[in-house]
């Protein structure tokens, strides 16, 4: 046995680091505050859409993830009074959450199979309770953020979600209601939508949404539940594998885009990144430094776009022209942690039409 190792939250990036520990004779302990697997309530169950090559990704963790994701059968952007069709292109739609059939029950059945001993509903808020060299996955919640001084945006909005007899799809508006946009997808019989800003979001956005949502889409959401989070996206210096003394992976770590919040995809590899920083902290820190190098031109482009009144006219053009916009679609493609899959974004608008 190589020695013991507590993993702190068994979301994407703590089960993807667990297993690949025990399968190096490492015990393995994960410790997570709710009471099962995809806990995080308000925003679990839910569906999201991302960047990703599902084949790749399971040949750089070293675990099969590819039944988890599906390629959505439609795509659709709101955009001002007008819809768009898009490509989905290298989009895949993965289930999060405690059902049979998402990414987290996978990661659970393979994680017992190796070994991984779980205990849940130890929620902890003092890192102290668990030795250094800890690998830390605790993903949006709020303590650890505070505990390891983290800076931090703060996210809120309203989630709904309800059963679908719907394919797999995706759809997303770009409108006023919204800083950041709403989107909403549907895979394995389960529909959500999710309506989020950096700035606040009223009763008001949210009514002007399902308004916006049912014209466009066909979309009746009437279920919502508020939520806030906490995001690593306050500075260009966030991305950070050690905090004082302790090993971070996921969200916490600073693996996610700071543009659009994508975060599964660094989520699974900030996962495998940690596991190899137990044994080898140099190798693990290159290997970090590499999926999160993108982060701070990101940021800091993100910064700029947060200044520029919303321009739905540009954004028509960019989907209508997307050769002449390409330059400027590199870095937020990259932007998501770990992305060698071209500019994904391009692939994206590239043949958009206009749907009635």
């Known amino acids: 046995m190589a020695g013991k190792i507590h993993v702190l939250g068994a979301g994407l990036s703590g089960m993807v680091a667990a297993i690949n520990l025990a399968r190096e004779g490492f015990e393995v302990l994960v410790l997570e505050g709710a009471k099962g697997i995809g806990g995080m309530g308000g925003l679990h169950p839910s569906v999201h859409t991302t960047p990703i090559d599902p084949a ?65 509903g130890v929620y902890l808020k003092d890192l102290r309770e668990i030795p250094k060299g800890s690998i830390v996955a ?20 309203f989630a709904s979600t309800r059963k679908t007899d719907w394919d797999t799809w995706c759809a997303s508006t770009l409108a006023s209601y919204t800083d950041d946009y709403f989107y909403a997808n549907c895979v394995n019989h389960l529909m959500y939508g999710l309506l989020f800003g950096r700035k606040k979001i009223t009763v008001e956005n949210l009514e002007a949404c399902k308004k916006d949502i049912r014209e466009k889409f066909g979309l009746d959401l009437e279920h919502w539940e508020y939520f806030t989070v906490r995001v690593p996206t306050a500075s260009a210096r966030n991305p950070r594998l050690f905090q ?3 090993i ?49 031109v990101a940021f800091y482009l993100k910064q700029f776009q947060k200044k520029l009144p919303a321009s739905p006219a540009l954004m028509e053009f960019s989907l209508r022209h997307p050769r002449l916009f390409y330059p400027l679609m590199i870095v937020p493609s990259f932007s998501v942690p770990g992305w060698r899959g071209g500019v994904w974004n391009y692939e994206v608008f590239r043949g958009a039409e206009r749907v009635s």
Do not use: C
């Not at 949006?140 to 909005?157: Q, S």
């Not at 600073?254 to 190899?276: E, N, R, T, Y």
């Open 248 to 296: 971070l992976a996921g969200t916490l770590s600073g693996a996610m885009d700071p543009v659009a919040l994508f975060g599964i995809h660094g989520a699974l590899l900030s996962g495998k990144v940690a596991a190899v920083a137990v044994q080898d902290p140099e190798r693990g820190w290159k290997a970090f430094r590499r999926i999160s190098r993108f982060f701070p």
């Open 56 to 120: 790749w990704m399971s040949t750089e963790i070293g675990i099969d993830v590819t039944p988890a994701f599906h390629r959505p059968k439609g795509f659709l952007l709101g955009l001002g009074d007008k819809t768009f069709k898009l490509n989905p292109g290298p989009m895949h739609t993965v289930e999060r959450g405690p059902r049979p059939t998402s990414i987290d029950t996978l990661l659970y059945e393979e994680a017992r199979k190796s070994g991984v001993s779980f205990q849940f």
């Open 244 to 246: 004082d003394g302790y």
């Open 138 to 157: 605790t993903g949006l919640h709020t303590e650890m953020f505070d505990f390891l001084a983290i800076p931090y945006e703060t996210p809120r909005g």
